[in-house]
């Protein structure tokens, strides 16, 4: 990386390194990737799983296919969703902390077709799951030399 890409953090409008988002923001971050990571609890454990999403409503909604994901957001409708993005001079982060539910209801099922959400692999992936947020935060983080004191 240049000099030029590094941020001079001696200059008072320097950006901050690490800086906390508004909600606003989380979810216009969010709604601009597709990959994001859902961590739930198996067996008692701690599971993390990728999975392609979009945002809709301000609620995060993916497809699964019959297995570990769909049984644990059934069994554990606590859970975290995750997803970032980056480039060379920066990075942010947002994590939901919300409540996951399978679609079962005909209105339900018909506003999630309308998102258009595809399934990235060739896996049959019928059922819907919609997480709806408790809480919702993010971070920004602006690279470059740390400073050293």
């Given at each position: 990386?240049?000099?030029?890409?590094?941020?001079d953090?001696?200059?008072?409008?320097?950006?901050?390194?690490?800086?906390?988002?508004?909600?606003?923001?989380?979810?216009h971050?969010?709604?601009?990737?597709?990959?994001?990571?859902?961590?739930?609890?198996?067996?008692?454990?701690?599971?993390?799983?990728?999975?392609?999403?979009?945002?809709?409503?301000?609620?995060?909604?993916?497809?699964?296919?019959?297995?570990?994901?769909?049984?644990?957001?059934?069994?554990?409708?606590?859970?975290?969703?995750?997803?970032?993005?980056?480039?060379?001079?920066?990075?942010?982060?947002?994590?939901?902390?919300?409540?996951?539910?399978?679609?079962?209801?005909?209105?339900?099922?018909?506003?999630?077709?309308?998102?258009?959400?595809?399934?990235w692999?060739?896996?049959?992936?019928?059922?819907?799951?919609?997480?709806?947020?408790?809480?919702?935060?993010?971070?920004?983080?602006?690279?470059?030399?740390?400073?050293?004191?």
């Amino acid at each position: 990386m240049s000099d030029a890409n590094v941020p001079d953090r001696t200059k008072p409008d320097a950006p901050e390194p690490v800086s906390v988002l508004p909600q606003s923001e989380c979810w216009h971050l969010l709604a601009s990737v597709s990959l994001g990571r859902l961590i739930t609890s198996v067996d008692g454990q701690p599971e993390i799983f990728p999975v392609n999403f979009v945002v809709q409503r301000h609620t995060v909604l993916f497809r699964t296919a019959e297995g570990t994901k769909l049984v644990s957001t059934a069994v554990n409708h606590n859970v975290l969703f995750e997803a970032d993005d980056h480039n060379v001079a920066e990075g942010w982060s947002v994590v939901v902390k919300g409540v996951a539910r399978i679609l079962h209801d005909a209105d339900e099922l018909a506003e999630a077709e309308r998102a258009q959400l595809l399934p990235w692999t060739s896996t049959v992936k019928q059922h819907y799951v919609r997480i709806r947020p408790l809480g919702v935060t993010g971070r920004r983080f602006v690279f470059g030399a740390g400073m050293v004191r």
